[in-house]
């Protein structure tokens, strides 16, 4: 069975910097392409940030440049080094592994204040 656990949100001022971790158990592998997406208040889901087993990447336009996604495969890990943080990062985020099938993490929330 797999299992996402999602750590490292919480509050932070504006133009602050925080680590996101995102720790995969069960039948995850570098096949799996693995990412962030992160949910607002009264808003749809959306992409962040994915990266493949080979450390293809991939980001959102809000947020290059300040956000960085990497991975761990021996550990089965993927992390989000999120820089220069502005109030509309504000969100839950979540960590999601995508194959045949798709895994999603609980999330963590990330609060911005200006």
């Known amino acids: 069975q797999v299992r996402l656990v999602e750590s490292g949100g919480g509050l932070v001022q504006a133009g602050g910097s925080l680590r996101l971790s995102c720790a995969a158990s069960g039948s995850i592998s570098s096949s799996n392409v693995m990412g962030w997406h992160r949910q607002a208040p009264g808003k749809p889901r959306e992409l962040v940030a994915a990266i493949t087993g080979t450390g293809t990447t991939n980001y959102a336009d809000s947020v290059k440049g300040r956000f960085t996604i990497s991975r761990d495969n021996a550990k089965r890990a993927v992390y989000l080094q999120m820089n220069s943080l502005k109030v509309e990062d504000t969100a839950v985020y979540y960590c999601?592994?995508?194959?045949?099938?798709?895994?999603w993490g609980q999330g963590t929330q990330v609060t911005v204040s200006s």
């Open positions: 999601n592994a995508r194959g045949v099938t798709v895994y």
